[in-house]
């Protein structure tokens, strides 16, 4: 398909490990949008990319998050040690080019469970 | 920072009815903002966006208003139906790739 990709769907690990999500963009979108909702709240800004670079990082919660994005297509997030209150969706989402006024095209997710 | 606040958690209305959600800004008033829809278990899907100097934008059965006085933004859908049952999300993104989501309404419409 054509669209935003997350995989795995779903995810149960222990607490401690690392977890590491993937999103493939929509072909040609230059930027790139991770998003963290717990259960029945809102939209949590994690980070976004502008091609390869993340110029703002602010919105990882802990150090124990990191995001890569290469080639300008794929990108990872990456959760080291994983806690209990890590456990949320994490959405993935592209848009052609950043701004205001770029609609955003989400996948439908990574359900991460720690145990 | 840009904070945006949704009304109430759940709205509830009766088929063909009107619904009317509504998304207040702080701060600044953003250039533009978005309405998205959520439904359970899927990520968001982009629905209409309106610019600050727009009062009115319209698209099928869907009309949001832009009120910069009021730092306010509604979103209706008339003739609603029970598809239009969903989650609904209003956004600001800036110009640096910050996006602010409110935590929505859920909207339900009953036959």
């Known amino acids: 398909g054509a669209g935003v990709s997350q995989s795995p769907s779903n995810k149960v690990t222990e607490k401690g490990k690392d977890v590491e999500l993937r999103c493939d963009p929509i072909s040609g979108h230059t930027a790139l949008y991770w998003y963290r909702q717990s259960l029945g709240q809102g939209l949590e800004f994690l980070i976004y990319f502008q091609g390869n670079s993340a110029p703002d990082k602010s919105g990882l919660p802990s150090d124990r998050f990191s995001a890569e994005r290469t080639g300008g297509s794929v990108s990872t997030l990456t959760i080291q040690r994983t806690q209990q209150e890590d456990s949320a969706v994490y959405l993935c989402?592209?848009?052609?080019?950043?701004?205001?006024?770029?609609?955003?095209?989400f996948g439908d997710g990574t359900r991460l469970s720690i145990l | 920072s840009q904070k945006i606040e949704q009304n109430s958690e759940a709205l509830n209305i009766q088929e063909g009815k009107t619904a009317t959600l509504t998304c207040n800004y702080t701060?600044?008033?953003?250039?533009?903002l978005q309405w998205y829809r959520q439904d359970p278990g899927r990520g968001p899907v982009f629905l209409l966006l309106i610019r600050e100097n727009e009062k009115e934008k319209r698209k099928e059965r869907l009309k949001v208003t832009f009120d910069t006085t009021l730092k306010q933004s509604l979103f209706h859908i008339t003739a609603s139906q029970p598809a239009d049952s969903a989650t609904y999300l209003c956004a600001h993104n800036t110009n640096a790739g910050k996006s602010t989501f409110g935590d929505g309404t859920t909207l339900t419409v009953k036959p």
């Open positions: 701060n600044y008033s953003p250039a533009y």
């Open positions: 989402a592209s848009s052609l080019v950043g701004g205001p006024r770029q609609p955003q095209h």
